[in-house]
């Protein structure tokens, strides 16, 4: 048995995140919605996962992804597109859990950890402030503002 026989297989989406997030290289401001647009067709298949019953799967990648493009924001001449990026991707991962039957309160306790980073960083704007994560305690299936709904409380 060679060395290279137990090396792991990475996702080919993980590879596909990572061409398209081109690391290290910074982005111009007018190569910003290209590469927004390029990411978001990745983002395409990775909701086609959680709708293919791979949410496990899914879970990880948004993770990678979150991570890719956190990082890619401090290396664009223009953040808007991105930091909107970020966002959606947020949301998705927030579904792919929720489909993969993931405790919510282990989602919460992961957003309250990044955004205790992002604070520590000086609060760049990137992951929404504390008031908007009153979906916490959402119904399973609905992310975004448009369709926030407190559960009611447990008595």
């Not at 957003?111 to 604070?119: D, S, T």
Request: contains cysteine; hydrophobic residues 40%.
């Amino acid at each position: 048995m060679t060395p290279l026989s137990h090396r792991r297989i990475e996702d080919p989406l993980v590879t596909e995140i990572r061409y398209e997030l081109m690391p290290g290289r910074f982005i111009r401001w007018d190569e910003v919605s290209r590469l927004a647009h390029n990411l978001d067709r990745v983002h395409e298949k990775v909701e086609e996962l959680v709708q293919a019953g791979e949410a496990e799967r899914a879970v990880r990648l948004y993770e990678v992804f979150l991570s890719g493009v956190y990082s890619k924001i401090e290396e664009a001449d223009d953040e808007c597109y991105l930091a909107r990026l970020f966002h959606r991707l947020a949301c998705g991962w927030i579904q792919a859990r929720q489909a993969a039957g993931q405790p919510a309160e282990e989602t919460v306790s992961q957003l309250l950890n990044w955004m205790n980073v992002e604070l520590a960083n000086g609060w760049h704007g990137y992951i929404p402030p504390p008031e908007k994560f009153r979906w916490a305690r959402m119904r399973p299936g609905a992310c975004g503002p448009a369709r926030w709904k407190p559960m009611p409380s447990r008595k």
